[in-house]
C-alpha cells in the first residue's frame, strides 16, 4: 500500500529496530534516515573534507552516489558501490555526525531525498525531523521516547555488549553531547501537535512495536 509512517526519536529510543518491524509486519518499505547522514559524514572524513568547511560539506551531500537499499529485512548502504553499513556505526562516524547534521545545506539536500521516498509511498520513514520536516502530513506520525537512563543501557549494550555501570559511562558523554548537538536543528524530545507519543521505558521491544501497530490501525 501507500501509507506513510514517519517515526521520530533520540539515541537509544530503539526507534531503528521498532521502525524496521512495523516496516515488516505492514509489508512496507523502511528508510533510516541516519543512515544518510552518517553516510556523508563517512564520505566527508573518507576524502579528509573539514567538516568545518559547511559549502564543501555541503556539495559532498549533493554529489553523494549514496545506495540504500529499503528492505526492512536487509537495509543496506552503500556509497559508490562500497558497503558501509558497519563503518557507519564506528564511534569514530557517531562522534562526527551532529557537526554534518547542522549543516543546513546537508539537510536542505537529504530532506529532498527523504521527501521523494515518501512521496513515493509505502514507507516507515525514520528519524529526527521526519514527523515535523520530511513527512509533516503523514498519517501516522510516532515520537518515540525513554527515560534517559533507559536510553543509555539501551545504546550500552548495542555499542558495547554490556550495560554495566562502565559501559553505561562510557555511552553518556558521547550520547548526552550528541543529543545536545542534534538538539541545535530539531527538537526531537517534545512532540509537534498532531504526533503520538509511544513511551519504551517501561515496554519490550514486542510492546513498543505493537503501541505503534496499533496507531496504524486507529
Ligand atoms: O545513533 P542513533 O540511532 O541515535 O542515530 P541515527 O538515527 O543513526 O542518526 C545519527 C545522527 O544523524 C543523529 O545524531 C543526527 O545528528 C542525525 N540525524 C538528523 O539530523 N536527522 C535525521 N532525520 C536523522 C538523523
Redesign the pocket.
Known amino acids: 500500500h501507500d501509507l506513510v509512517v514517519a517515526i521520530?526519536g533520540?539515541?537509544?529510543s530503539g526507534?531503528?529496530t521498532v521502525a524496521r518491524r512495523v516496516a515488516a509486519a505492514l509489508g512496507l518499505r523502511y528508510l533510516?534516515?541516519?543512515?544518510?547522514?552518517?553516510a556523508v559524514t563517512w564520505w566527508a572524513l573518507e576524502q579528509d573534507v573539514d567538516l568545518a568547511d559547511v559549502e564543501r560539506v555541503a556539495q559532498l551531500a549533493r554529489e553523494l552516489p549514496l545506495q540504500q537499499g529499503l528492505d526492512p529485512a536487509d537495509p543496506t548502504v552503500a556509497v559508490g558501490g562500497i558497503d558501509i553499513a558497519a563503518a557507519i556505526r564506528s564511534s569514530r562516524i557517531?562522534a562526527a555526525?551532529?557537526a554534518?547534521?547542522?549543516n543546513l545545506g546537508v539537510?536542505a539536500e537529504l530532506v529532498a531525498r527523504?521527501q521523494a521516498v515518501a512521496r513515493a509511498g509505502g514507507v516507515v520513514v525514520?528519524?529526527?525531523?521526519?514527523t515535523t520536516v520530511?513527512a509533516p502530513d503523514a498519517p501516522v506520525r510516532v515520537l518515540l521516547t525513554a527515560d534517559e537512563q533507559v536510553r543509555l543501557s539501551r545504546?550500552a549494550l548495542e555499542v558495547h555488549g554490556s550495560a554495566d555501570a562502565s559501559a553505561v559511562d562510557a555511552t553518556r558523554d558521547q550520547v548526552v553531547r550528541?543529543d545536545a548537538?542534534?538538539a541545535t536543528?530539531?527538537s526531537f524530545h517534545e512532540a509537534a501537535d498532531g504526533v503520538d507519543v509511544v513511551d519504551s521505558s517501561l515496554l519490550s521491544l514486542d510492546e513498543t512495536v505493537a503501541a505503534v501497530l496499533k496507531l496504524v490501525e486507529a
Open positions: 521520530d533520540p539515541s537509544g526507534k531503528s533510516d534516515t541516519g543512515a544518510m547522514y552518517r557517531s555526525v551532529s554534518v547534521a547542522t539537510r527523504q525514520e528519524g529526527r525531523d521526519i520530511v545504546r550528541r548537538d542534534d536543528v530539531a
